[in-house]
């Protein structure tokens, strides 16, 4: 499953304030499952404040990740998620369109806090947390 950029920074913030938080929770419930981020997520993680200011501090939190790299089959996911929601007037950001792109190509599901933005999407199954 992909870790969402919300999800991430949730449990990177409750990793630093030693809380148990949602994102935490849920990642002790699905601990055999197989975590994933995809390339963009990497992206805005190391953009951010937190992780962006060291890159070894930004490697060390992506680590434990498979990281989901672009390919074809994104790129034309992307293409198709981009006009099914133009066609209905209701767009989303370019990165949630590449992070949903992943998650399809890969068939994967995807973890978020930004549910209905991702719900607009055929063909992903979606967590909230």
Known sequence: MILDSTFLIDFEREARRSSTGPATRFIEQHANELM????????ELAAGMSLGRHRSH???????????????????????????LKATGQLIGANDLWIAAT???????LVTRN??????????KL???
């Open 115 to 124: 549910y209905d933005d991702f719900a607009r999407i055929k063909g992903i």
């Open 103 to 109: 998650a399809r190509a890969y068939g994967v599901s």
């Open 127 to 129: 967590y909230d947390y």
């Open 58 to 84: 930004w490697e060390e939190f992506i680590r434990p990740f498979t990281l989901l790299v672009y390919t074809a089959d994104v790129g034309w996911h992307f293409g198709e998620i981009y006009r099914e």
């Open 36 to 43: 994933m981020i995809t390339f963009t997520i990497a992206g």
